[in-house]
């Protein structure tokens, strides 16, 4: 039996980073995807796995070590699964943009929501700044402060005029880093930015897979600077919340927790009822319509019992 690390995720293929350094290309044992796991993808890249190599040459993944924490999203075609993004991460920086696409603040309160969840901490990074007409630079400027104001870094970014880069990487020096974000805001140019020689394979990949990346379920783990490795995943449409009760959403918007003390109602699902802080808040403007009409929509989804697609 050997240890090692998921470094990348490919159909039934695991291709695992043993401690000593070598290489390993693993699949899983049959009865292994029988304990219960309702994933697509019971072994994520970033697990820590037993594997057990065989004489012909072949290895399986045994079994995964205790996770830290993961990102997880609900499967969009099957309502019952998770789809996991990655485990045991120690920041992630989800890539965003006001426009060439729109990033819908549905979709980032969902992520953070989940993130919140499973404990994972998360930058917000605002990407293709030198695109931004002064309308656009404005709402940038709303948003950076909405989400420094209840506790989340942001970055503003550009490949093009490399604002940005260097704090981005000194923001991941020494971590394992999740990236992720829609198709389309430009996660490949920022990896470009950061580890040519790596952008440059994963554009080979992503040709591979004739109509593009997010089609698949293909992410990887790769060693970027001494100690730093960034997880590059598919690019995410909408954002399904997996696993959580109807009464604990409300915790993951880190805001409305901390309000929910002053509530009159230990049970308060901040929606209706008589001596909410939160709708108190929301009247006053201390919490942002955003945010609030966020929480609602993730509240529909437990009602309806169904994957909504946030665009």
Request: aromatic share 8%; charged share 20%; hydrophobic share 40%.
């Amino acid at each position: 039996m050997a240890q090692g690390t998921v470094i990348k995720n490919a159909g039934s293929v695991y291709v695992v980073r043993l401690d000593d350094g070598s290489i390993v290309e693993c699949r899983v044992k049959g009865n292994f995807r029988l304990k219960g796991i309702k994933s697509t993808n019971p072994v994520a890249v970033g697990d820590a796995v037993q594997i057990m190599q065989r004489d012909d040459g072949t290895a399986y993944i045994t079994d995964i070590l205790p996770r830290r924490n993961y990102i997880v999203r609900k499967a969009s075609n099957l309502s019952k699964q998770s789809h996991i993004l990655a485990a045991n991460i120690d920041l992630c920086f989800l890539v965003v943009t006001i426009s060439h696409p729109v990033t819908s603040t549905t979709f980032i309160d969902r992520f953070l929501a989940s993130a919140e969840a499973y404990r994972v901490p998360v930058v917000l990074v605002f990407n293709k700044t030198d695109l931004y007409s002064d309308a656009q630079s404005e709402e940038l400027d709303y948003l950076v402060a909405l989400y420094n104001s209840i506790g989340y870094d942001c970055l503003r970014c550009s490949a093009a005029t490399g604002e940005g880069i260097s704090q981005l990487m000194d923001s991941m020096r020494g971590k394992v880093v999740l990236l992720a974000g829609n198709s389309g805001v430009g996660k490949s140019s920022l990896l470009n930015a950061v580890a040519p020689s790596v952008a440059a394979k994963v554009g080979e990949i992503s040709r591979m897979h004739d109509t593009g990346m997010h089609t698949t379920t293909y992410s990887e783990m790769f060693c970027i600077m001494p100690d730093t490795y960034l997880v590059d995943t598919p690019g995410v449409k909408g954002f399904g919340s997996y696993d959580m009760d109807h009464d604990e959403i409300a915790h993951y918007f880190v805001e409305f927790f901390a309000l929910s003390g002053q509530c009159k109602y230990g049970n308060c699902t901040h929606t209706h009822e008589p001596g909410c802080a939160v709708l108190a808040a929301l009247e006053h403007g201390m919490i942002a319509l955003s945010r609030y009409q966020s929480y609602l929509s993730m509240l529909e989804d437990k009602d309806e019992g169904k994957y909504r697609l946030s665009e």
